[in-house]
């Protein structure tokens, strides 16, 4: 006879944990927190889409594929939970400071990619910035060197992986 836990995987003695109550990734809860400023303001266009998949590109140091699947199972997460906290938790607990400091910098590239500033996306970034310790001081350099990020020519990120590590 089989026995029933086998039959019925979520019936079991012992209680499983809730998805979202297990550990995120690294990656995927600094994809979560991208995702979740580049819906904040209700719309997405196509330039902060490109922009956002630009960015975990160069960050993961990652091919178009890979950065548009994890977006993708992030933007999943997000949906789903509806709720940032697990992401700053993860975050903030490994990250280090110029970790958080580049997050920071790349919120506030999205933030600022259809050039108008919501006031969801300062309410969200704000709470990220509170929930990862840092000051407002950082948040203004982190605004200045997005600004200016804004300024130079995006990174080629199409073909090898090997014209990126040469520059």
Same mark, same amino acid.
């Given at each position: 006879m089989t026995p029933i836990p086998s039959i019925f995987p979520w019936f079991s003695s012992k209680p499983k944990q809730m998805e979202h109550a297990s550990p995120l990734s690294r990656e995927l809860a600094f994809v979560g927190l991208l995702v979740e400023m580049a819906f904040a303001d209700s719309k997405l266009d196509d330039d902060e889409l490109e922009l956002v998949?630009?960015?975990?590109? $160069?960050? !993961? *140091?990652?091919?178009?594929?890979?950065?548009?699947?994890?977006?993708?199972?992030?933007?999943?997460?997000?949906?789903?939970?509806?709720?940032?906290?697990?992401?700053?938790?993860?975050?903030? $607990?490994? !990250? *280090?400071?110029e970790d958080k400091l580049a997050l920071i910098e790349d919120l506030w590239r999205v933030l600022l990619a259809d050039q108008h500033v919501d006031v969801r996306e300062s309410k969200l970034l704000r709470a990220v910035q509170l929930s990862l310790g840092l000051s407002l001081d950082d948040i203004e350099e982190a605004r200045v060197r997005a600004e200016d990020a804004q300024k130079r020519p995006p990174l080629e990120c199409s073909g090898s992986s090997d014209k990126l590590a040469s520059s």
């Open positions: 998949k630009r960015i975990v590109q $160069e960050r !993961f *140091s990652i091919q178009e594929e890979d950065a548009l699947m994890l977006l993708q199972k992030a933007h999943e997460m997000m949906e789903k939970n509806y709720d940032y906290r697990p992401c700053t938790k993860t975050i903030a $607990e490994g !990250f *280090s400071r």
